[in-house]
């Protein structure tokens, strides 16, 4: 286990701050035990919280051409077929997967591709769940084609919370399977959209485990 980059600098100056606020309050106020003890509690707490936010754990990368695995850490919030409007075109059967402030926060690739087409759109920061967040929400979308030639779209979406998409790809990069490809600060949502006649592998509200979770099976 490791802290993932996007949170470092963060991280260290956070510790400064609540360093310098608790060494502050035991020279101003040393007397009163009670209130250093809470704000101590309350420092230790808040740093561990946002420590656990940009945590990065060691993920064995999946070699499977048939499967695709989940981008995310989360629970799988909506598995429905659709009209992907913005670039495939075509129906779809999608799958999306909820990132809550507790689940590690990278996204990762869910299958061996090429990026043949990315997209940054900046935009509300409507409830994750919410039905007009995929379209309406500050999001990323990614095309991945396979060396089979199958295409399969992954959506990045911002919530109430994530206020903050980042994302280390670009049109012709080369992707392995769960490789890392962005991050998404303090949760939210990532959306696929499969072939039709892909074997869907999860249930709805089923948890999932980014680059380790099979949620479909490419025909």
Same mark, same amino acid.
């Given at each position: 286990m490791s802290i993932h980059?996007?949170?470092?600098?963060? /991280?260290?100056? /956070?510790? /400064? +701050?609540?360093?310098?606020?608790?060494?502050? /309050?035991?020279?101003? *106020?040393?007397?009163?035990e009670t209130v250093l003890n809470i704000v101590l509690l309350v420092s230790i707490v808040l740093y561990l919280l946002i420590l656990q936010f940009f945590r990065n754990p060691f993920v064995q990368l999946p070699n499977e051409e048939k499967l695709v695995f989940a981008p995310a850490d989360g629970k799988v919030v909506v598995i429905e077929e659709t009209t992907e409007s913005e670039y495939l075109n075509d129906r779809r059967k999608?799958?999306? +997967?909820?990132?809550? #402030? *507790?689940?590690?926060?990278i996204n990762r690739s869910p299958i061996a591709g090429v990026v043949e087409f990315f997209k940054y759109h900046p935009g509300k920061y409507l409830v994750a769940w919410h039905p007009k967040s995929s379209t309406e929400n500050e999001r990323t979308t990614m095309v991945l084609t396979h060396k089979s030639g199958v295409k399969i779209l992954v959506r990045q979406i911002a919530g109430a919370l994530a206020r903050r998409i980042k994302w280390y790809v670009k049109e012709g990069t080369p992707l392995a399977q769960g490789g890392e490809f962005g991050f998404i600060k303090f949760g939210s949502r990532v959306d696929v959209f499969? #072939?039709?006649?892909?074997?869907?592998?999860?249930?709805l509200e089923e948890k999932t485990k980014g680059g380790r979770t099979p949620i479909a099976r490419l025909k």
């Open positions: 980059r996007e949170g470092r600098t963060l /991280l260290f100056w /956070l510790l /400064l +701050i609540l360093v310098a606020v608790n060494f502050g /309050l035991n020279r101003w *106020i040393p007397e009163q999608q799958v999306s +997967i909820f990132m809550s #402030p *507790i689940n590690v926060h499969l #072939p039709l006649d892909a074997e869907i592998l999860v249930s």
